[in-house]
């Protein structure tokens, strides 16, 4: 088992940065491949990043490219998301992600996940 646990987020005005973490715990997640997600009321769970074991190939979505950045530090258990130029509309729940597999850009391609972290652009 994994538990995964946000940390982060917070309120920021468009233009402002904030760096997301997700601590894992309960056993080493260096082989899994970690997403992040964002969900807003009513809607579905939306994939924003990914990054791959052991090689850190990362995805993103086309609306976070050029501005966000995924990340891992396998020795400190923790994935991280740098978003930058952030817009009102990135404001979500931010969800981290974890599975013991390949890369995946659907929520379903996961079994891990952390309880999520608001995250509120003001403009």
């Known amino acids: 088992q994994v538990q995964l646990v946000e940390s982060g987020g917070g309120l920021v005005q468009a233009g402002g940065s904030l760096r997301l973490a997700c601590a894992a715990s309960?056993?080493?997640?260096?082989?899994?491949?970690v997403g992040w997600f964002r969900q807003v009321p009513g809607m579905e769970r939306e994939f924003v990043a990914c990054?791959?074991?052991?090689?850190?190939?990362?995805a993103y979505t086309d609306s976070v490219k050029g501005r966000f950045t995924i990340s891992r530090d396998n020795a400190k258990n923790t994935a991280y998301l740098q978003m930058n130029s952030l817009k009102p509309e990135d404001t979500a729940v931010y969800y981290c992600?974890?599975?013991?597999?390949?890369?995946?850009?659907?929520?379903?391609?996961?079994?891990?996940w952390g309880q999520g972290t608001q995250v509120t652009v003001s403009s």
């Open positions: 309960g056993r080493s997640f260096s082989s899994f491949t």
């Open positions: 990054i791959s074991w052991p090689f850190g190939v990362t």
């Open positions: 992600a974890a599975v013991n597999g390949p890369l995946a850009r659907v929520a379903s391609g996961y079994n891990y």
